[in-house]
């Protein structure tokens, strides 16, 4: 089902990515447990850096290996700038179907970059591979895009389903009647494969708060290099 390219790994020895996989899944517009579990992250994170001046974030968790990425590409990582949002303004995560919520929720958490979509909507296999810079697909809002040079992606049969630089698709997005969903995590050198999987257990865990029978098809990191203590795993 997921396929790794040696130009992938190539270009990217000390990288990783994730993959879960979750069957018979819920997407309600809203949900009060999970609501409350969001206003306790954010809670937590404000009291976390209250006080502390914006830099702080500069050597934060995750944040220097992406800025690192991003910066190859004249970019700069949007996760930051919404855990800046919610920690120094007072802002919210936004208020969007659980599934997306969930995702949104472990990305402000442990700042790991994550697409997610559509499972039933996809055209297996996926494949982790490096752009050429000639490629084009579609992004969320409509607009046709094409890959910069380098850029990670994941793509299935039918094309490109997300770039680190510009996000996931339109074509497989995640959407109310979705029931079977994946996630994909990017996670730049300098990232542990531990911490992808502890980041996609996160996102496991929120999605359960609003599906309590939701099953994990596959729970999977991916690396240049094998991690034996790191298989894949169904339940």
């Known amino acids: 089902m997921f396929n790794v390219t040696e130009a992938w790994k190539a270009a990217y020895p ?19 447990e999970l609501g409350r579990l969001k206003q306790g ?25 992406y800025t690192a990425y991003y910066k190859q590409f004249k970019k700069t990582y949007h996760v930051q700038a919404q855990l800046e ?49 000639s490629e084009r697909y579609t992004l969320l809002r409509g607009q046709e895009q094409v890959l910069k ?27 109310a009647e979705t029931r079977n969903v994946l996630f994909a995590v990017y996670a730049p050198a300098g990232i542990s494969a531990a911490a992808v999987r502890a980041h996609l257990e996160d996102i496991r865990d929120y999605v359960r708060v609003v599906s309590p029978d939701a099953a994990v098809r596959t729970l999977q990191i991916i690396g240049a290099r094998p991690h034996p203590d790191l298989p894949s795993m169904g339940s």
């Open 149 to 175: 040079a380098n850029d990670m992606l994941m793509a299935d049969r039918s094309g490109v389903i997300s770039s680190i630089v510009y996000g996931p698709d339109r074509r497989t997005q995640i959407r």
């Open 14 to 32: 000390d990288a990783h990515a994730g993959i879960l996989v979750m069957q018979f899944v819920d997407n309600p517009d809203t949900h009060p």
């Open 41 to 65: 992250l954010e809670s937590r994170l404000q009291a976390q850096f209250a006080g502390k001046d914006r830099k702080v974030l500069e050597t934060f968790s995750a944040i220097p290996a």
């Open 85 to 133: 949002s919610i920690v120094f303004k007072g802002k919210s995560i936004p208020n969007v179907a659980a599934l997306v919520e969930a995702m949104f929720m472990a990305e402000v958490k442990n700042l790991l970059l994550t697409a997610g979509h559509d499972f039933d909507r996809l055209d297996p296999p996926v494949t982790l591979s490096v752009a050429g810079g």
